[in-house]
């Protein structure tokens, strides 16, 4: 599938994805893409974070492709099941938090319980080895239970502007390969 014929649909994560993040420069890139913006990016509740993607999915006018980052993908997966069926083609979920982990951020408890069901599309789940959010072998099995393609991205951090990533030229790379598979 080539870009421009999707509706690319960016979910930021706890916090939103600031001026020079990757997620905001790949909105700015793509002709068709645009951030899904949140009411409450620091105190989020999954109910709306969800039916704000739910609600983006359903207005898109072309086929559907989502990017999501950290408690972004949570989200994604929530809503997962809500999406009209087949309207999501593929996503790009990066940086996974694990709910249970140590690391995980008191403001995101509302997003526990995360599925572990197949998503009904396919996806490509893109994790550091050093990712104090998520360890590898508890993002290897979310990639298991989704059903999700999944690179380790070397001892890369949270993959944030952080953790040095701005443009982020490999995480398009990734991306690339995503939409020739779908």
């Not at 890139?29 to 949140?38: A, P």
């Not at 083609?89 to 526990?112: I, N, Q, T």
């Not at 550091?128 to 001892?155: C, I, K």
């Amino acid at each position: 599938m080539r870009i421009a014929d999707a509706d690319i649909l960016i979910l930021p994560g706890l916090g939103n994805s600031g001026a020079g993040h990757w997620q905001r420069r790949w909105a700015d890139r793509f002709s068709t893409g645009r951030i899904v913006e949140q009411d409450e990016w620091d105190d989020p509740d999954l109910r709306d974070w969800t039916a704000a993607i739910v609600e983006a999915v359903e207005a898109a006018e072309r086929p559907v492709v989502l990017i999501a980052h950290s408690l972004a993908v949570s989200a994604l997966v929530h809503a997962a099941s809500r999406f009209p069926a087949g309207k999501v083609k593929g996503a790009l979920l990066v940086s996974p938090p694990d709910h249970e982990g140590p690391g995980f951020p008191r403001e995101g408890r509302s997003f526990d319980n995360v599925p572990t069901d197949p998503l009904p599309f396919p996806s490509l789940l893109v994790v550091s080895t050093n990712d104090s959010y998520v360890s590898p072998n508890r993002a290897a099995d979310m990639a298991t239970a989704w059903g999700s393609e999944l690179h380790f991205a070397g001892e890369a951090g949270h993959i944030n502007l952080a953790s040095g990533h701005g443009p982020w030229p490999e995480g398009l790379l990734m991306f690339t390969r995503l939409m020739q598979r779908i």
